[in-house]
């Protein structure tokens, strides 16, 4: 569509009356009116960060963001809206206080967060910092029986220094070409690095990273100082033992900031004492060991395809040092936005659509693999449900909260024309470019998996590696609203139009059953 | 001097005798290689950072750099090293715990610092945030008696979201040559911004800024959120009360980083109480009010020229948030390490070397003025003390720990040449460039403002202004050990020079007397 014709419908479209039949045209320009310029994006995002907090996986933080969803989703006009149990996921994790401050040669409060799921310290623990001089397991024995009550460290190098190059960016002209012109990488396994020797070093080195939790337990240390990946303050997370209700237990442990980690290794090298006080308390929750996704519809309208299903979605759990807002409070927003946007401006889809904000994506790509398991078909054995033949497409968005540059094809070439068609009417937005590519680590994965039209967007990437994916500077102020409004009204379009075709999306041949593991 | 020609007598220069009569070349080869080859730079600064601490005005951090400095230049055979007063100051302060959480609705370690010279909150206190909606003096009434034990904050933008240029960057070949191309700026006022209007509205903010710390105070609010400059976990610090020892109490008031400020704003803005906790403890040091700075000195030993000076220096003191590496450890230690330099190369210099660490230069230059003060004169009066007449130049090192890219003339026409002629060995190391401008905001101007002729040298930025300028990431790990190399290097060679030539540097005409303000 011509753009002055787009702006022309977005002038009438507010005056039509919306049970009228409207031609695609028009309600493409009411979708487009309604997403670029009466958003609600930001205000879904706000609940899903500021309010809910922290959404690790089965933490009241994701329960609250989940119960606001599903009743938002209801006050909408979305039908069968739920938190939708997926099967077992484990216990439920929350830091409650994190106190970690130097207190010799001199008081400094730094900058550390715990690792998810570790325990607390039970109380303000004390104590002089141990530099433990460990390459390999066995100079574990010269620290057997003094470490009870110490804190301690390794000597890691540090990831501090100068950056010349920005922390965010977008995509360039000539990148995205590049993409869409990318043809299929091979399949097959990369190349080891290094010879015997380097599989040995690494083999003794994963040896060592597994003796030492147990290590530490039994030693008694009262606490782990790690150093986290990240710079200025930023701190990137990750988890310090198992979610699993069976877990073994782990000694606590904190991420501590580059700055701050190599300042106390610094003095320890150089022979000064450094003290240390903590004071963490985290919380387990095991009353509900299930996981859920929220799902909500909006059902179909023709007779013959109101069985059939456009799927959109998210995960909306996150890490636990921040409020996970550009991953992914962020995608779960403009997936919402988009139901918003395709009840408001009145459209009767042919086929349902339905959305479902995942969880513990973070964990292992969970809640939506589940789904997949329980609705449609088992990746392992290739054993399918019936509903596995009406889902004509999956859309996902977890890439940041930059706009929508693109769709990855993720190797469905048949698919390729369809969306550069749909994507025609927003290149001046941005969007336009259908790479053939694959693009992994979400949970549009779950869906590829089993034959499933599954597809993850192309976004600008921003700041997202350097600043905010996993990290504590992961908050609602990372979040761009023109790039939120730009991706809920493309998502909102492609989905008009998947539910709208005749024919289901074409699917890829279907993968075949994975051979049992002996 | 030619580069082969130097690296030659760089080989040669350790196997003469220091004692025998040598030419400047072979000195400043050997300058260049205990510089460049034999650094000690790094652990001065590792001593000004880790071991020392923050380095506020007047705070035992400042003190044990100042101590290990005065030993330091001792060991290395300088004389009269001594820490000397310089007259009043005021209050030393430091931070003995610092703790900030929220804890509704939902618990969050946030990053935090007081403000220099602010009191503790005397344990532990607890309370829901209070947005204070004030624009003017009149709308404080509304508050009055309803702020007892209460957090308040106030409704101010955020400085957060994404950056698109470096953090850090150097200087580019043709910023530098419009640098040494540069003519001097006529002197005069610069315009006032805005009309009659614009004036009016900045003399009431002012006096309610003015008003605010006495209506905290007496209002008995437990603790004031200010919000930092800085993102992604860095903040920029400043003082929250006067040092002075007559100076009045005011509140406790830490700055926040700008996503934790916004953060607890918007959920206020949208209804949702946060509950915060925070403990944190200051405190005064009263017991000596005096300001010290470090002297050294390599004494001349040429009979008519012994008297005369030439005195290097820069600011010890430093802000409270991390150690002061870049702002200005790095500067100091650069100096030390020039003294260093021209010890160990069996230097006997004609005139006179002293090194200057300066204190309270954060607080408005203090250290330097009152020490100029002290010994050459008055630049209120123009009254001149006679050692007015002997110092060649004073040369100051405060601008990060960026290289050494060139000299500020600060007017001085008259030296160009010949600072064009001592930087020609230095082209291949980056320095190159004369510029007659003049630049401010440190202790050079001490010396210029009564007619010294005071150089400050410009250094490559680096992150200075993003991220470690008065913030809490001043630290040791954002030095940049080859800049701070050919720092010294060719500090010591500029010394070197300015030691041993004929005539003093050429002096600018008397500056005049500023008349008595009524």
Redesign the interface.
């Known amino acids: 569509m011509k753009r002055k014709l787009l702006y022309a419908l977005l002038l009438t479209a507010g005056t039509m009356s919306s049970v009228s039949a409207q031609t695609d045209e028009q309600m493409l320009a009411r979708i487009r009116e309604e997403g670029m310029l009466k958003s609600q994006v930001m205000a879904t995002a706000?609940q899903f960060t500021?309010?809910a907090?922290?959404r690790l996986a089965n933490s009241?933080?994701l329960k609250r963001a989940q119960d606001w969803a599903v009743n938002e989703l209801k006050t909408w006009g979305a039908v069968n809206a739920k938190r939708e149990p997926w099967g077992k996921f484990g216990k439920g994790w929350?830091?409650?206080?994190?106190?970690v401050?130097i207190t010799a040669?001199?008081?400094?409060?730094i900058?550390a967060i715990p690792k998810a799921w570790t325990p607390g310290t039970n109380g303000l623990v004390k104590g002089d910092v141990v530099l433990l001089k460990v390459d390999s397991l066995p100079d574990l024995a010269k620290y057997q029986g003094k470490l009870k009550g110490k804190i301690v460290m390794m000597d890691v190098k540090?990831t501090?220094?100068?950056?010349?190059?920005?922390?965010?960016?977008r995509y360039t002209d000539s990148a995205l070409t590049a993409m869409g012109n990318a043809t299929l990488a091979p399949a097959g396994g990369g190349q080891r690095r290094g010879g015997p020797g380097a599989r040995g070093n690494m083999a003794a080195a994963a040896a060592l990273r597994q003796a030492l939790p147990k290590f530490y337990l039994a030693e008694g240390v009262s606490l782990v100082l790690s150093q986290a990946r990240g710079t200025?303050?930023?701190?990137f997370t990750s988890n310090g033992a198992s979610y699993a209700d069976t877990a073994k237990a782990v000694a606590p442990e904190i991420e501590t900031?580059?700055?701050d980690y190599?300042?106390i290794l610094?003095?320890s090298k150089?022979g000064?004492k450094v003290g240390l006080e903590a004071d963490i308390k985290t919380e387990f929750f095991t009353n509900d060991l299930q996981g859920y996704n929220v799902v909500g519809e909006l059902p179909g309208t023709d007779p013959k395809l109101k069985d059939q299903l456009v799927i959109i979605g998210g995960h909306l759990d996150s890490w636990h040092a921040?409020?996970g807002a550009t991953d992914n409070a962020a995608g779960c927003a403009v997936m919402m936005e988009a139901m918003r946007i395709l009840k408001r401006v009145g459209f009767k889809p042919r086929r349902t659509i339905r959305i479902v904000l995942w969880s513990s994506e973070e964990q292992g790509i969970h809640g939506s693999h589940n789904y997949v398991l329980n609705h449609f078909g088992d990746a392992k054995t290739m054993v399918l449900k019936p509903e596995h033949a009406k889902v004509s497409a999956y859309y996902n968005l977890d890439n940041g909260t930059g706009k929508i540059r693109g769709i990855y094809l993720q190797g469905n070439a048949a698919a390729g024309d369809l969306f550069k068609s749909w994507f025609a009417p927003f290149k001046d937005l941005g969007a336009t470019t259908v790479t053939i590519s694959n693009t992994g680590g979400t949970d549009h994965l779950s869906f590829d998996a089993v034959g499933i039209p599954g597809f993850q967007f192309i976004q600008d990437g921003?700041?997202y590696n350097t600043?905010t994916h996993h990290t504590?500077?992961d908050?609602?102020?990372?979040l761009?609203e023109d790039d939120l409004k730009q991706a809920s009204t493309i998502v909102a379009s492609l989905v008009y139009n998947t539910s709208q075709r005749d024919e289901m999306l074409p699917r890829k041949p279907l993968p075949v059953a994975q051979p049992p593991k002996n």
Chains 1, 2 share one sequence.
């Open positions: 706000l500021d309010v907090g922290p009241p933080g929350e830091i409650q206080k994190n106190y401050a040669p001199y008081y400094h409060n900058i540090g501090g220094g100068q950056t010349y190059r920005a922390d965010a960016s200025d303050g930023t701190v900031s580059t700055e190599q300042r610094r003095l150089a000064v921040a409020t921003m700041d600043r504590n500077q908050t609602y102020d990372k761009s």
